[in-house]
């Protein structure tokens, strides 16, 4: 996905590796730059999109929302279940101009 550092936008995060319904969990995000997985302060209260046919996490990004400068992203999802704590990259990256 592609946005503008100067839009504030919504991105959707589609979660297909889940054998059960992760909507009831809390998740967030991680927006990281290169080969490194995310640290503590790294991570964004995101929400799921209600009503999707995949389970869809979604999260405001830009000046509204979690700020990102220009750059090339890989964008984490960490899920809190019980006994589950699945922390995984998402598919594609984010580009921001």
């Known amino acids: 996905m592609q946005i503008s550092s100067l839009s504030t936008v919504y991105v959707n995060i589609p979660i297909t590796a889940t054998p059960h319904d ?3 969990d809390a998740v967030e ?7 490194t997985a995310p640290q ?5 209260t ?3 999109l ?3 046919t995949v389970p869809t996490i979604l999260i405001l990004v830009g000046p509204g929302g979690v700020p990102l400068p220009p750059g ?5 999802v960490h899920i809190t279940d019980n006994p589950e704590v699945p922390v995984m990259p998402a598919k ?3 580009d921001v101009y």
């Open 29 to 35: 995000v991680a927006f990281v730059t290169g080969p």
């Open 92 to 94: 594609g990256s984010l």
């Open 46 to 48: 995101a929400a799921w």
């Open 50 to 52: 209600s009503g999707a």
């Open 72 to 76: 090339k992203y890989t964008v984490w």
């Open 40 to 44: 503590t302060t790294d991570w964004h």
């Open 22 to 24: 992760p909507t009831a």
